[in-house]
């Protein structure tokens, strides 16, 4: 599975960005989805997380704000990230979980901006 993260760009706070990760191959047989965020000098931290089942699970920061959700036919992982602030500039990587064995497999990172 290879992904490919898009949508990022630069908003004022208070904006709203869809990210896409678009995978080359199903999706269908993963276990889990991810988002996950690196601003500088900060570890990467989850952002958001969707199972096979649909149970989704956020960072306290960012509940209320981001929705995370999946298209199984077009194999494709959304971040819809509303209320926008400046804390939440950092790049974004979509992760995948998926086979039996737990394969990890990462997108490239796409920046996200948001100036106050």
């Known amino acids: 599975v290879q992904l490919q993260a898009s949508g990022g760009g630069w908003v004022q706070a208070g904006g709203s960005l869809r990210l896409s990760c678009a995978a080359s191959g199903s999706i269908f047989s993963c276990n889990a989805m991810n988002w996950y965020r690196q601003a500088p000098v900060k570890q990467r931290e989850l952002v958001a997380h969707?199972?096979?089942?649909?149970?989704?699970h956020y960072a306290d920061s960012v509940k209320g704000r981001f929705t995370i959700s999946t298209d199984n036919a077009k194999n494709t992982v959304y971040l819809q990230m509303n209320s926008l602030k400046p804390e939440d500039t950092a790049v974004y990587y979509c992760?995948?979980?998926?086979?039996?064995?737990?394969?990890?497999?990462w997108g490239q990172g796409t920046q996200v901006t948001v100036s106050s």
């Open positions: 969707i199972t096979n089942r649909g149970s989704t």
């Open positions: 992760n995948a979980i998926c086979g039996r064995t737990g394969n990890t497999y």
